[in-house]
């Protein structure tokens, strides 16, 4: 192989398009691909159809200019392209299949609610983007009952309070947080802004709550972990590698990182089918392709993750009561309850609906354990609701990668915008501290004929080492 520093003509790059001897063009750069296609988390076949050629467009759609070079090593980079001006074409080619000609957006300060985020990114994201981030499994029955559900909820105010000296600030984990909001993990966000997860996990820090780093992030967890304060707290989102030696790899990273909490997802064993509005039609929307999601996940995976890591672990996907006991008893120091945001098993419950079947089944796991929900949420009232049903947090998906069409100026609004909401919720229900919030603030009937008429027997066990705090 040629040193690193040496120049390579294109009809050698050419020449190199088996998978045992494989190279492809990256932003100027030769790398050898040899035996990684079969690897690849986004699948073989992109790989495989840019050997011997340029690259650059479809990686640069999705990664970091680094994630290359910080996933190979300096070993794999054979050198630099001779003749640049040989493959311009192809790589403009590309890129004219992914980009959007620039809109202009409305000044950032006259939004005032999350839709309007939706109605800008629909006009400035790219069409895959927009497909990509608006999509759901098929009909998207789940998609819609998560935010229709929230609407079934009916608030039961409490007067004459004194509620002037009201304030959003929770702890989660131990840590103090300004509100009770955090960022979903979504992956490949570079999609809808160039900036990706680093945006996200500024926009987080500036917003006074720890980041999600996921693991099929656009750019590398060293390049997110870097771009915080470095005492600043982040979780990790994880999807459980088939390759147990992958998967320690990662979890060393992480955890060498600095990472305060593991979130292992769990309800996507294999990828859905999702669809997508497009000029009034339903049409296929590009998924986050990702070969290497172990489907023989088991809860005693779980465990083992617990024991490598030493970390708070949650198991992500939880979508009925019995499954949130059984990650109590097994030590999990967290739930995250969700559909996937209507991502996964079309018609799954939403969210908030488990977290109402935890309240009349198991309630007693509610304050022993940091409880997360998404799905649905728009308004700070929304956030309320999951509070007073015995949340610790919520997690917010679509609204903010449609606030990244602003970058990171974007989410840290759409954050703004929520805390102001949930503060003259709160103070409108009657309370000035989130830890005033509880069931009794809600009317739940409309919400309790969709409930399973399964109920959870059995005394509690949790497991000797659990922990639900740092």
Request: proline share 6%; glycine share 8%; net charge negative.
């Amino acid at each position: 192989m040629p040193s690193s520093s040496s120049k390579v003509t294109v009809e050698e790059l050419g020449q190199h398009v088996v998978e045992h001897d494989a190279w492809i063009l990256l932003n100027g750069v030769v790398w050898d691909f040899s035996g990684f296609a079969a690897k690849h988390p986004g699948g073989q076949e992109i790989i495989e159809s840019h050997l011997g050629k340029d690259g650059s467009a479809a990686y640069n759609e999705i990664h970091s200019p680094a994630m290359v070079l910080r996933y190979f090593g300096e070993e794999r980079r054979v050198g630099e392209i001779e003749d640049t001006d040989a493959i311009t074409f192809t790589s403009s080619q590309a890129e004219t299949n992914t980009t959007k000609t620039a809109v202009e957006l409305p000044p950032l300060e006259s939004i005032v609610n999350l839709s309007q985020f939706e109605a800008v990114a629909e006009r400035a994201l790219s069409k895959k983007a927009w497909l990509y981030v608006s999509g759901a499994t098929e009909d998207g029955h789940a998609h819609k009952a998560n935010k229709e559900l929230f609407r079934q909820l009916l608030f039961r105010p409490t007067l004459l309070k004194g509620v002037d000296d009201a304030n959003t600030r929770t702890t989660f984990l131990g840590y103090d947080l300004s509100c009770p909001i955090l960022a979903a993990p979504t992956s490949s966000i570079k999609l809808t802004h160039p900036d990706g997860e680093i945006a996200v996990a500024k926009g987080c820090q500036r917003s006074g709550v720890p980041a999600i780093v996921p693991s099929m992030s656009s750019f590398s967890a060293s390049e997110v972990a870097e771009a915080l304060e470095p005492d600043h707290p982040f979780f990790f989102q994880l999807y459980v590698h088939k390759d147990r030696a992958e998967l320690r790899r990662l979890l060393d990273e992480v955890c060498g990182l600095g990472a305060r909490a593991i979130m292992i997802t769990a309800d996507l064993p294999v990828l859905s089918k999702r669809e997508a509005m497009s000029q009034g039609e339903r049409v296929l929307a590009p998924p986050p392709t990702n070969t290497i999601i172990d489907p023989n996940l088991k809860w005693e995976d779980i465990k083992w993750i617990q024991n490598y890591t030493k970390l708070p672990v949650f198991v992500k996907g939880i979508q009925r009561a019995e499954d949130a006991r059984r990650a109590y008893e097994i030590g999990c120091a967290g739930i995250y309850l969700s559909n996937h945001g209507g991502r996964a098993l079309d018609t799954t419950p939403p969210g908030i609906l488990v977290l109402l079947e935890i309240q009349k089944t198991c309630p007693e796991i509610l304050p022993r354990m940091e409880v997360v929900v998404d799905g649905g949420i728009r308004r700070g009232s929304d956030v309320l609701k999951a509070i007073c049903l015995g949340a610790s947090a919520v997690c917010v998906g679509r609204p903010f990668l449609y606030a990244l069409a602003y970058g990171e100026d974007g989410l840290v609004r759409a954050f703004e915008i929520l805390k102001e909401e949930l503060k003259i919720a709160m103070q409108l229900l009657g309370i000035t501290n989130l830890s005033e919030a509880h069931l009794g603030y809600l009317n739940t009937s409309q919400l309790d004929l969709l409930l399973p008429s399964t109920k959870i027997h059995g005394p509690i066990v949790r497991s000797r080492g659990g922990t639900s705090k740092l």
